[in-house]
């Protein structure tokens, strides 16, 4: 019977209806549906919300279902709650459970989305012991680890810190037990080094990830590969040269190097992940390409897809900012002799239709179409509308986006971004943001290992006795 009650909680909240809500709150206990007048006359009822507010919010939770758990905390404000945390019945339980799923079973997304809701809606509120606190204190000191949890979570409280270097960590020092009384011999948990080395090959989220080395010798084999360059080349200001590293091929930009040689020596100080290269040979993915990137350890990352998913991999599409991708099309329009007024007009109409600085890209090619095809079919009456033809109009339109968006190989991607780096358009450290497959970034791959490389360090650095004593 609750299920069929939260299912109606959760309807009501697709349906965005204040009053169906508190309805379905309320009817979650045993009492019968109330009417509006009702809400408004007895007090009473208004606890029953609250109580159901909360364990709605422990269901949310624990059935995973976070979109929402984020839109009813979103609801407190219309539903006269004042929220109080320690009122959602097992919250760190849930909490706990979400996490120990996702290292077990793969879930790891699910670890991130949780926790940036509960840091962000003040759910972590805990009362720290003074031994804790003093780690907390410690942890606050390194630029790196403080950097990486805004980056991925927001405010960095005190609460969040204790989170994940305590409450995390102590989860995880139950599941070593576990495994040691079950004899299911999970020997490379008790190894520092062997952990360390799981994030040096692996996959997620369908994207093979390989630790290459340290960058200092990936700057010295450029630095050897640029040197070797004739003075023609070098003259005529070459802007790439390919170089032989960890038993792949690299395409490297000289400006991209150059531009960021500091942040990759000093690199120790930068939380940023900077593009180094483009593997044309030997890489993870299907055709042995790859893109490598540096890190606040010191370290190359390679990351592409480890299957080949051509319409979910955004590299291999150009991607345009809202005006080059107008300024092109104007260029293009004018290519396919359509009348300049009319060209005017249709880039007008894009300008204010197109959300500023959005990524126009080919999967739009079929949205922008059809903006311009209601667009046309609107004015073709007026009389400065001088295209008889509709179809044939749009059949030119078409033609012109689909020359400027059309599918093009990674290698002439990878190039157009060291361009725009050179330029200034963009920077190195933005290319992994841009590089995806479906849903996650190599960005987001980078910033979630050296989240968990960081809890590893701090794992064996505060439980080291007790994984010891695990051993023997």
């Given at each position: 019977m609750n299920s069929l009650k939260i299912l109606r909680i959760v309807d009501s909240l697709k349906l965005a209806d204040i009053l169906e809500i508190k309805r379905a709150l309320y009817y979650l206990s045993e009492n019968t549906p109330i009417q509006e007048s009702d809400i408004e006359l007895n007090r009473g009822i208004h606890e029953i919300l609250e109580q159901n507010y909360y364990k709605t919010l422990s269901i949310l939770l624990s059935s995973r279902q976070f979109e929402y758990f984020k839109v009813l905390l979103d609801y407190s404000v219309d539903l006269d709650i004042f929220i109080e945390v320690t009122k959602i019945p097992d919250r760190f339980e849930h909490l706990s459970a979400i996490h120990l799923n996702g290292i077990t079973r793969g879930q790891i997304g699910d670890i991130f989305i949780v926790l940036k809701i509960f840091n962000e809606y003040g759910l972590l509120k805990n009362d720290i012991h003074l031994e804790n606190f003093k780690v907390v204190e410690e942890i606050k000191k390194d630029k790196l680890i403080i950097s990486n949890l805004q980056d991925l979570f927001g405010e960095v409280s005190d609460d969040l810190i204790y989170y994940i270097f305590e409450s995390m960590l102590r989860n995880i020092l139950e599941l070593f037990k576990a495994a040691m009384v079950t004899e299911e011999g999970f020997d490379f948990f008790y190894s520092e080094d062997q952990l360390i080395r799981f994030f040096n090959n692996y996959t997620i989220y369908g994207l093979s990830v390989e630790n290459l080395g340290k960058i200092e010798d990936f700057i010295k084999v450029f630095q050897k590969g640029y040197s070797e360059l004739d003075d023609n080349e070098k003259n005529n200001n070459k802007k790439f040269v390919e170089i032989e590293f960890k038993k792949r091929t690299h395409l490297v930009s000289i400006n991209n190097i150059d531009k960021n040689l500091n942040n990759f020596t000093s690199v120790k100080d930068h939380y940023n992940f900077y593009n180094l290269s483009m593997v044309l040979l030997g890489g993870l993915g299907p055709e042995g390409h790859g893109f490598t990137y540096s890190t606040p350890k010191g370290e190359i990352i390679e990351i592409c897809s480890d299957r080949k998913e051509t319409n979910a991999i955004i590299i291999k599409y150009k991607e345009f900012l809202k005006q080059q991708f107008l300024s092109k099309l104007k260029v293009e329009l004018k290519n396919k002799n359509i009348n300049a007024q009319l060209v005017k007009r249709i880039l007008k109409f894009l300008s204010e239709s197109l959300k500023p600085k959005e990524l126009i890209n080919y999967f739009k090619t079929k949205a922008i179409l059809k903006q311009i095809s209601e667009f046309l079919i609107e004015i073709q009456n007026l009389p400065d509308f001088q295209e008889k033809e509709l179809q044939k109009l749009l059949s030119k339109i078409s033609s012109a986006i689909t020359i400027i968006l059309r599918p093009?190989?990674?290698?002439?991607?990878?190039?157009?971004?060291?361009?725009?780096?050179?330029?200034?358009?963009?920077?190195?450290?933005?290319?992994?943001?841009?590089?995806?497959?479906?849903?996650?970034?190599?960005?987001?791959?980078?910033?979630?290992?050296?989240?968990?490389?960081?809890?590893?360090?701090?794992?064996?650095?505060?439980?080291?006795?007790?994984?010891a004593n695990f051993q023997k």
């Open positions: 093009i190989e990674m290698i002439d991607q990878f190039k157009c971004r060291m361009n725009l780096i050179e330029e200034g358009n963009i920077k190195s450290e933005d290319i992994a943001k841009l590089t995806s497959l479906k849903e996650k970034s190599h960005y987001d791959v980078l910033r979630e290992r050296f989240f968990f490389q960081n809890q590893i360090k701090w794992l064996f650095k505060i439980y080291s006795k007790e994984i």
